[in-house]
């Protein structure tokens, strides 16, 4: 009688096991709307001090500098903003580019909620390996840049910037900041990032 039960209740947890879909994991996209898009793990890692990992329970993005209202989110407070996809070139100053497909949030929506001041007009963005770089407020406003988390349709690998990365499409590769810790409001267009400071053009255009 006890093997009998034990049998049937070894049959019922195998049983349970098969029924559940297994995950497969993410499958990267290398097609978007009939456009070829390169491979986010064929890219060249050229960062300043090596792919940063992120331990994102302790992970916090600030706005901050020239605003009224600062705000610090968590990964999952970021997340739950509108998201927007978009497949946008990068090209990078030692003669590389890549097409990829971006899911991200507006970064003026971010800017709006911490209410910019009337004088800022540059924005600063920091990230966790210290790398800075700078964009001009209208222009992310205008052109609707994203600060993304996923590429390709899977969440930003470590290499690729995770948890996020700043799409500064049309403008080189040194304005894409990853690992942003904090976007900072700023009244100086002249503020020189890591790049920048070293005599790369602060418009950076492409
Ligand atoms: N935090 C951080 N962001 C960075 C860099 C860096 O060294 N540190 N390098 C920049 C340069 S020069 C390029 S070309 C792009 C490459 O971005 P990708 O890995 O998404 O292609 O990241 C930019 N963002
Ligand atoms: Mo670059």
């Not at 600030?62 to 996809?85: C, I, M, Q």
């Not at 770089?133 to 993304?148: E, F, G, Q, T, V």
């Not at 910037?161 to 500064?168: S, T, Y």
């Amino acid at each position: 009688m006890k093997a009998a039960a034990i049998i049937i209740i070894i049959a019922l947890v195998l049983g349970g096991c098969a029924m559940k879909p297994k995950s497969l994991g993410a499958v990267e996209v290398r097609d978007y709307q009939g456009e070829k898009l390169d491979s986010a793990f064929s890219l060249r890692e050229n960062s300043i001090k090596g792919p940063q990992h992120i331990d994102i329970e302790n992970y916090t993005l600030k706005v901050g500098g020239l605003v009224e209202a600062p705000k610090e989110y968590s990964y999952d407070e970021v997340l739950k903003h509108k998201a927007y996809t978009k497949v946008i070139r990068l090209y990078c100053v030692e003669g590389w580019d890549a097409n990829l497909l971006w899911e991200g949030v507006l970064l003026s929506g971010l800017i709006d909620e911490a209410k910019a001041k009337k004088e800022a007009n540059t924005v600063i963005f920091h990230a966790y390996d210290g790398y800075t770089s700078s964009l001009p407020l209208d222009y992310i406003k205008s052109r609707n840049i994203l600060l993304a988390y996923k590429v390709n349709n899977i969440t930003l690998p470590d290499e690729r910037g995770f948890p996020f990365e700043v799409i500064a499409e049309d403008k080189l590769g040194y304005k894409w900041v990853r690992w942003v810790t904090e976007i900072e409001l700023s009244d100086n267009p002249d503020y020189k990032g890591t790049w920048e400071s070293k005599g790369y053009s602060n418009k950076a255009d492409v």
